[in-house]
Structures are given as structure tokens and as C-alpha cells.
């Protein structure tokens, strides 16, 4: 096992964790965080925090048990990084950053109806370049300082594939990797309603040293939702320009379909994100947009 010192001091698993999110914090102050926007360069996301989940947590029995044998157990995406590595499940931990909107960024996209905000879109957009290097760059932090950690969807192995139930499925989901790490529970639209509401982008990390776990203050997959908790909002479905939500959930094809169509918009009315596409209005001008309502 690997312990990280300080001036001849052998660290805590929370001092570990604490210097971890400070990382975070410090390279979100820094020139990768940008929204790269030719006119108005601004950061693209709000200052990030971290939840972490325990490798051997018995909710990655219950994801595998419905999203299917692709869907990676930590250990699993771990051991595609580190073949060699012999580590148990009960030594991982599974770190979760969230980066949350910036506050102009949420303003835009509360305004916004039918089309999603340009801010929106160029977070979204440059999210490998923003959250993704965040992710990477925590990785390389740990690894500098004697750890194996990786990036699950950095993988090249990683694949969004064509699911029975879901509709649409991956091998590794950052919003389920959340809601084992205490972040949140599902909203109707299925984004990850958390302290910071839905207007967030997840990352995840998997590291060979037990982190303090995260408390999980639900017991149910959509226990934030109001729809699901108190019969009543829908708010979301209303946001929909596509009538992709409905009290019976979320189809993602017509979500999709509507994503897909917001390309040529945006290469138009925005050449320099060209390739861009997006929505996120079910995520803005809810009661769930920015905290968990009720809380
Ligand atoms: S807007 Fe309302 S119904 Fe939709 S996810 Fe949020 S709380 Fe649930
Ligand atoms: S992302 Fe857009 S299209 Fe998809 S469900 Fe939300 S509002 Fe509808």
C-alpha cells in the first residue's frame, strides 16, 4: 500500500482526499478551464468538489444487474489500465468530480426556450478539454505521488452501445458512478440531480487507495425528483422541445434526434463550434436546475 508524506508525515486517507480536491480547485483556476469563446473567453465551468465511492460498494452489483455485462465494475475498467496491478476491489476508490455550471453559464440556459444557450453548448462542447484534462490531470497527480489511477472513459475500450431497456447504454457511466458516491439521485429527464442541481458535468477517476467514502442520504434511484417523490412537477417535460419526456421517463431517441439536429444550428450560428450539439433545457428552469428541491 502506498503512503503519501508531507515534511516527513504520513498522510490520512481525508488529508489524501483534501489535497485531491484542492488540485481540483487550483487547475480549474488555470488556462484550462476556458470556455474558448473568440469573443467573450470566460471560465467554463464554477470552482469543482468531489465525492468518492467505495471499489466494493454493493451498488455496482445493482448497475450491473441492469445495465448488463458491458457496464465495467471498477475493478474491471481498473485491471484495462494496470493489467498487472494486484489490487482488490476493496482498495479502490472511485472519485467523482462535479463542475458545476457557471452561474452565467445557468442564467442563459434558464432563459433559454426550444434552442440550448451558446454558453450551454461551448461547456458541453469543450468538455474533454475542460472536465476531461481535469480528469487526467487528478490521474497524473496521483500517479506522480506513487498511485495507479486511471479514467475510466479515457479507456479505449470505452463504448456507448444500443441497450434492451435503456435505449442507450455505456460501459461506464459517470451519473451512476455519482449517485454510488452520495452526489445525487436520478431526476425524470435521468440527469444527476445534486447539491448543485442538474446543471453540472461529471468525471471519474479510479484510484488504488481507499478514500473516504461519501454517505449515500437516499435509498432510491429518483428519491430527488418531485415527480417520483411527491407525485407532482413535471416542469422538465414542459422544457422539452421535442416532447421527449413524458411521466413514463425519458426517450432518448427522440432526445437524440433532437441533439442531433442542433449541429448545422450551431456550425452556423457559431463557426467556431463547428461539430457541437446540445440541449440541456430539461436542465434550467426546473426546481431542480440548481439544489436538490425541497432541501
Ligand atoms: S423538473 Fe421536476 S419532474 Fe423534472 S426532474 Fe426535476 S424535479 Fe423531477
Ligand atoms: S436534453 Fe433536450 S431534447 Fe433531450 S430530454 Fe432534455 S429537453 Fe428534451
Known amino acids: 500500500m502506498v503512503h503519501l508524506s508531507l515534511n516527513g508525515r ?14 481540483a480547485v ?18 467554463a465551468y464554477a470552482s469543482p468538489f468531489l465525492g468518492v465511492a ?12 441492469a445495465a448488463g455485462e458491458r457496464h465495467w465494475r471498477p ?6 489500465a494496470f493489467p498487472q496491478a494486484r489490487t482488490a476491489e476493496s482498495e479502490l476508490s472511485v472519485v467523482v468530480i462535479v463542475c458545476p455550471q457557471t452561474e452565467k453559464t445557468s442564467r442563459d440556459q434558464k432563459a433559454s426556450l426550444g434552442f440550448p444557450a451558446e454558453r450551454w453548448i461551448r461547456s458541453r462542447f469543450y468538455h474533454n478539454e475542460t472536465v476531461g484534462a481535469l480528469c487526467d490531470h487528478l490521474a497524473r ?53 445534486t447539491k448543485v442541481g442538474k446543471a453540472h458535468r461529471l468525471g471519474t477517476v479510479i484510484v488504488n487507495c481507499p478514500l473516504p467514502v461519501n454517505p449515500r442520504p437516499y435509498t432510491q434511484t429518483y428519491e430527488y425528483c418531485l415527480f417520483f417523490s411527491k407525485g407532482s412537477c413535471l416542469k422538465c417535460v414542459k422544457r422539452c422541445p421535442v416532447g421527449a419526456l413524458s411521466p413514463g421517463g425519458h426517450d432518448k431517441s427522440l432526445c437524440d434526434g433532437f441533439l442531433n439536429s442542433t449541429k448545422p444550428v450551431i456550425a452556423k450560428k457559431y463557426p467556431d463550434l463547428d461539430g457541437a450539439y446540445g440541449c440541456g433545457l430539461c436542465q434550467a428552469n426546473v426546481p431542480c436546475a440548481l439544489k436538490v428541491p425541497g432541501h
Not at 504520513?10 to 488540485?23: A, Q
Not at 487550483?26 to 471560465?43: I, L, Q, V, Y
Not at 479507456?155 to 459517470?174: C, G, I, M, N
Open 10 to 23: 504520513t498522510l490520512g486517507s481525508g488529508e489524501v482526499l483534501n489535497l485531491l480536491e484542492k488540485e
Open 26 to 43: 487550483s487547475f480549474m483556476e488555470g488556462p484550462a478551464n476556458d470556455n474558448r469563446s473568440p469573443k467573450n473567453p470566460e471560465k
Open 54 to 65: 467505495a471499489g466494493d460498494d454493493v451498488y455496482w452489483d445493482n448497475i450491473a444487474q
Open 75 to 80: 475493478l474491471e475498467a481498473f485491471k484495462k
Open 141 to 193: 497527480y496521483l500517479m506522480d505521488r506513487g498511485y495507479l489511477a486511471m479514467v475510466p472513459d479515457h479507456l479505449k475500450d470505452f463504448a456507448v452501445y444500443p441497450h434492451e431497456r435503456f435505449q442507450l447504454a455505456s460501459t461506464w457511466s459517470h451519473r451512476h458512478a455519482a449517485f454510488v458516491a452520495g452526489q445525487g439521485t436520478f431526476g425524470l429527464c435521468d440527469a444527476l440531480i
